[in-house]
């Protein structure tokens, strides 16, 4: 399947700094790819849609202002955790959909995810 | 209510057993359905995508009843590797196709 990374793996960072999340398609263009946040012991949450060449679709309760997406190219989607707080400690993760795939169901690859602890 | 709903579990189970997993979903403007698998700290896995007409793989079973809004996941002869999390997923087919994950079952597979 296709390879999707993501970086950094893990970070630590002190409450009140941002901190951004690549996400990257190596061996496909994606056109759209998704951010997802998943809480221990919890189900991945959608937090928004990042459209490549204009702006993220972002889920019902998910701060735009707080949390910033850039799709600027089709491998790369970036996240950026603005003044962080212990609150958004959590997993990150991206996946892309390979649009020009013929896949009937247009499959998702994941990247392995980003854990933030705020300290 | 959840869109996808599981029992959380933990199924605990002897190696070589039979689990079967069930998950409901409320949304009818689901289409596409699949189940995944994560293991801990990692990212979710596709497992399968579920048809009506069922699907199997090796020792998987996947089945959907679209009248009562029921996906079910068959593992038979269960081994170790086996135990993660199973996550049961929708997808609809219009619009941004984002994915909507249950919440997951654990199962962990005992020597």
């Known amino acids: 399947g296709a390879v999707v990374s993501q970086h950094p793996s893990w970070v630590i960072c002190k409450s009140g700094t941002s901190v951004k999340i690549e996400c990257r398609s190596l061996?496909?263009?994606?056109?759209?790819m998704f951010w997802y946040r998943q809480f221990p012991k919890q189900s991945l949450m959608l937090m928004a849609t990042?459209?490549?060449?204009?702006?993220?679709?972002?889920e019902q309760g998910v701060e735009k202002d707080k949390f910033l997406i850039n799709h600027a190219s089709l491998t790369l989607s970036t996240l950026t955790v603005t003044s962080a707080h212990p609150e958004d400690s959590s997993f990150y993760i991206c996946?892309?959909?390979?649009?020009?795939?013929?896949?009937?169901?247009?499959?998702?690859?994941f990247g392995p995810g980003t854990r933030l602890t705020v300290l | 209510r959840k869109e996808v709903e599981q029992d959380p579990g933990p199924f605990n189970v002897p190696e070589g057993a039979t689990v079967a997993f069930n998950c409901t979903y409320s949304?009818?403007?689901?289409?596409?359905f699949f189940w995944y698998r994560q293991d801990c700290r990692k990212e979710p896995k596709l497992l399968m995508s579920?048809?009506?007409s069922g699907n199997e793989d090796g020792r998987f079973t996947a089945q959907l009843n679209r009248a009562s809004q029921y996906i079910s996941l068959l593992i038979r002869d269960s081994k170790l590797s086996d135990s993660a999390t199973y996550l049961c997923?929708?997808?609809?087919?219009?619009?941004?196709?984002?994915?909507?994950f249950g919440s997951g079952t654990r199962l962990q597979v005992q020597p």
């Open positions: 996946s892309a959909r390979d649009n020009l795939a013929q896949s009937s169901y247009n499959e998702q690859f």
């Open positions: 061996d496909f263009q994606a056109t759209t």
């Open positions: 990042s459209n490549e060449g204009s702006k993220a679709t972002y």
């Open positions: 949304n009818s403007a689901s289409q596409s």
């Open positions: 579920v048809y009506s």
């Open positions: 997923v929708s997808q609809r087919d219009t619009g941004r196709r984002a994915l909507t």
